[in-house]
């Protein structure tokens, strides 16, 4: 299962949220995205739509600090997976992002 439908499922059925979007550098993962579904495999592509008010960040540990400064930076809402940062100096630099564009930063683990 592609890691996109851990989150589907569950956003799916919320009355106050839409999917927009599904990116991942893996084009193959995307071939199951439901074609009202757009697909990017360029995150910076996704954070350009202006459609897109937040982003799930599911992706590597590592990529998670980086990924949470460009989609802060673009003015979306953010629900990061855990482990949210590789350190304290991360996590803190990701919510100083977050707080200076003034964008929602939450933590959740769906799988």
């Known amino acids: 299962m592609a890691l996109w439908a851990f989150h589907h499922d569950t956003i799916d059925n919320l009355p106050s949220a839409d999917i927009v979007g599904i990116c991942d550098i893996d084009e193959n993962q995307l071939s199951d995205v439901p074609k009202h579904i757009k697909t990017y495999v360029s995150a910076k592509d996704m954070l ?52 200076e564009n003034n964008v929602s930063f939450t933590v959740h683990q769906q799988r």
């Open 48 to 99: 350009d739509d202006t459609q897109i008010d937040a982003v799930i960040i599911a992706v590597n540990n590592n990529q998670h600090r980086l990924l949470t400064e460009i989609a802060a930076k673009s003015g979306k809402h953010i629900l990061c997976e855990k482990p949210v940062a590789l350190s304290v100096e991360d996590l803190d630099f990701m919510q100083k992002c977050c707080d």
